[in-house]
Nanobody, 115 residues
Framework: QVQLVESGGGLVQAGGSLRLSCAASGSIFRINVMGWYRQAPGKQRELVAAITNGGRTNYADSVKGRFTISRDNAKNMVYLEMSSLKPEDTAVYYC?????????WGQGTQVTVSS
């Protein structure tokens, strides 16, 4: 059984920084893609950032230059460094992995940016 557990969310003032972490556990190896989505109240879930096993990254235009995604393949972990946070970054952030043709999700962690 695959489990994803996020940590690092919280309340921060605009302009501040947060680091999200996600640990994947279970019978997994050589995870293809790891990444983060977010969902704000009343909005659809959107891709924030993703990183392949080879280190190729993809970012939403709204976070380019402010967020950095990284992963530790040995530990099956993915991170999201968020800086210059804006109130519009407020959302529940979900970690995900693509593994053996399936997508697995974490339970989500709340990020709130106050103005």
């Amino acid at each position: 059984q695959v489990q994803l557990v996020e940590s690092g969310g919280g309340l921060v003032q605009a302009g501040g920084s947060l680091r999200l972490s996600c640990a994947a556990s279970g019978s997994i190896f050589r995870i293809n893609v790891m990444g983060w989505y977010r969902q704000a109240p009343g909005k659809q879930r959107e891709l924030v950032a993703a990183i392949t096993n080879g280190g190729r990254t993809n970012y939403a235009d709204s976070v380019k230059g402010r967020f950095t995604i990284s992963r530790d393949n040995a530990k099956n972990m993915v991170y999201l460094e968020m800086s210059s946070l804006k109130p519009e970054d407020t959302a529940v952030y979900y970690c995900y992995i693509d593994f053996t043709g399936r997508t697995y999700w974490g339970q989500g962690t709340q990020v709130t940016v106050s103005s």
